[in-house]
């Protein structure tokens, strides 16, 4: 299969636990089509922006997807510049994003997945990479555990490197959030990688007020993109009615990005383990960038845990 296929349609599960329910769409690469509360008097809130009826129905492009629901970031995060890099004293040369030079938000998310385990309230999901022309030279596994309770979902990525040399590793996760009027955003990341104009990290400095969110405070109007690192592994969203969600990671998640488009319905809350362009910035001596190499057969781990407060 081809990066650019086209992710043809496939079941939807369902999970639900407590007031909460979770879609997953294995087939659209693996994504979380929504997440919501539904309460006992059958109002549903949405916290994930749901994916359209249209696309679980016909599918769609792997590499324009919807900006919906949640998809898995492997085996790297964001962007890599002009999907070159040096590793093992070999230049390797990885597909661009179309519309772009730099590749992107790796390949887990333009493929589908496979159901290996499923029950009413929890579902584990699994991928087999084996390399391509101009992509990833190293063979992965790939699974995630998504497990729905009555508070909230735990979501755990494994990514385990199939070849016989090493690998340079991250991830993450990609939700998108529903931003409605009077919201507020919470959390203390005092590091920041500034950006160039193809939004590729350049270097590594304090955050400035325009970034600071440690006092919960509402999203800019404009638009709004930031990497973080040295986060505290925690981000809270909440509303006037009182109800809220958090973000918890587990280390090796100790990036973050905060995406927020001007004038659209959706925002990006992302715990990564990496900045972008992490293996070059490296290669340029440039400290902390969250890049993690796995040897033959090991395996990383990645927890983030959504939490869920429905209002007062």
Not at 21 to 36: E, H, K
């Amino acid at each position: 299969m081809t990066p650019a296929a086209w992710l043809a349609p496939g079941p939807v599960h369902r999970l639900q636990a407590g007031g909460l329910t979770m879609d997953v769409a294995p087939a659209a690469g693996g994504r979380i089509a929504s997440l919501a509360s539904v309460s006992e008097g059958g109002q549903r809130i949405d916290w994930l922006a749901p994916m359209s009826e249209a696309c679980l129905r016909d599918g769609f492009d792997g590499l324009a997807w919807p900006k919906t629901g949640c998809y898995p970031l492997l085996p790297f995060s964001n962007r890599i510049r002009d999907g070159r890099f040096q590793w093992g004293g070999r230049e390797i040369r990885l597909a661009p994003h179309p519309g772009q030079p730099h590749a992107m938000h790796g390949l887990a998310h333009a493929r589908p997945w496979t159901v290996e385990q499923l029950t009413a309230s929890s579902i584990v999901l699994g991928l087999r990479y084996v390399p391509e022309t101009d992509n990833w030279p190293w063979p992965f596994t790939a699974t995630q555990a998504l497990t729905l309770s009555p508070v909230g979902l735990d979501a755990v990525i494994t990514l385990r490197n199939d070849s016989e040399s090493d690998m340079p590793a991250g991830g993450g996760f990609h939700p998108y959030f529903v931003r409605t009027p009077g919201m507020r955003v919470q959390f203390d990341a005092p590091t920041m990688w500034p950006t160039d104009a193809g939004e590729v990290a350049i270097r590594r400095e304090p955050a400035t007020a325009r970034e600071d969110f440690c006092v919960a405070r509402a999203l800019p109007d404009d638009a709004l993109s930031v990497y973080y690192s040295d986060w505290n592994r925690q981000a809270v969203v909440s509303h006037d009615d009182g109800a809220a969600l958090t973000v918890n990671a587990d280390d090796p998640l100790d990036h973050f990005i905060l995406h927020a488009p001007q004038g659209q319905p959706y925002f990006c809350l992302e715990p990564v383990s990496h900045v972008a362009d992490a293996i070059n910035l490296a290669e340029q001596g440039w400290g902390g960038t969250g890049l993690r190499t796995l040897a033959p057969g090991e395996t990383m781990r990645l927890r983030m845990q959504l939490r869920i407060r429905d209002a007062d």
